[in-house]
């Protein structure tokens, strides 16, 4: 028996390094080209690992500025925001001049464009003003400098369109704003978010109501002119505005009675 074991054995640890055996190193081609393979069939997570082996191991190679601009790519395929963010920068920061940066900068903007989306948000609408944007006004930023760094790349109609959505969704935000020191007694406060979205985002929805939390506002605060000149505004850019009644007067159904105000700021909004 002894005698049967011994070759037994060695064939046994035979197999055993064959199988451990590595595969041979690939070459900077070849490893772009599983890479790339990895993309064209939405293996996004299998792509990220490829490409960041291949930037470790031929970072000044003839693939490494393609293979950095795939990782931003793939990143934000995989639904991985921040890492695309971060893949962006790095790409800006290293190659300042390359031909390609409207793409990296037109991705971050993407990225933190939809940082804030929940699971459900593409399937049920979901308002997002009454929450903190600074993604958001990250992705403006991003969509701005693309836009006047280079007016006539193919992304530049996307991120005016971009733009527009999130200075509605900003300008709204302070609406939110407005309306909660209102209904807490804090009228000055409310006024000066209303006055901001008429200062800053002119041309977007919210300037009616904006305008009509002024008026109310002024009132309040016994300023008839000031209340009569933000009514007057309203009335001549907006004549058929929801925010005014039949004899053109400041309509607003949520505005607290003066009683209503107090009350709420000393229960903190419980009441």
Same mark, same amino acid.
């Given at each position: ?13 035979? &197999? ?30 299998? &792509? ?15 693939? &490494? ?22 893949? &962006? ?183």
């Amino acid at each position: 028996m002894p005698r049967l074991l011994w070759p037994l054995l060695g064939l046994l640890l035979l &197999a055993g390094c064959a199988s451990n055996k590595e595969r041979p190193e690939l070459t900077e081609v070849d490893q772009y080209r599983e890479a790339s393979e990895s993309l064209e069939s939405r293996n996004y997570l299998t &792509a990220i690992d490829q490409l960041k082996e291949l930037e470790a191991r031929f970072p000044y190679g003839d693939f &490494a500025e393609q293979a950095a601009l795939d990782l931003i790519y793939a990143q934000y395929r995989a639904v991985d925001y921040p890492a695309t963010v971060v893949a &962006a920068q790095r790409f800006m920061r290293n190659y300042p001049a390359h031909p390609r940066m409207d793409y990296a900068l037109y991705m971050r903007g993407l990225a933190n464009f939809n940082m804030e989306k929940g699971l459900f948000d593409n399937m049920v609408s979901s308002d997002k003003s009454s929450k903190d944007m600074g993604a958001a006004k990250d992705a403006f930023r991003d969509f701005e400098r693309l836009v006047n760094r280079f007016p006539d790349s193919e992304y530049a109609p996307d991120a005016r369109s971009r733009m527009v959505h999130i200075r509605n969704q900003l300008a709204r935000q302070e609406l939110h704003v407005a309306r909660y020191y209102a209904r807490r007694g804090a009228i000055i406060a409310s006024i000066n978010r209303a006055q901001y979205v008429v200062k800053h985002y002119q041309q977007t929805p919210a300037v009616p109501e904006a305008l009509a939390i002024m008026a109310k506002g002024y009132q309040r605060l016994k300023q008839p002119e000031l209340a009569e000149k933000s009514r007057d505004v309203l009335a001549l850019n907006w004549p058929d505005s929801k925010f005014l009644d039949n004899d053109k007067q400041v309509d607003l159904a949520w505005w607290p009675d003066e009683d209503d105000g107090l009350l709420s700021l000393l229960t903190f909004d419980l009441l």
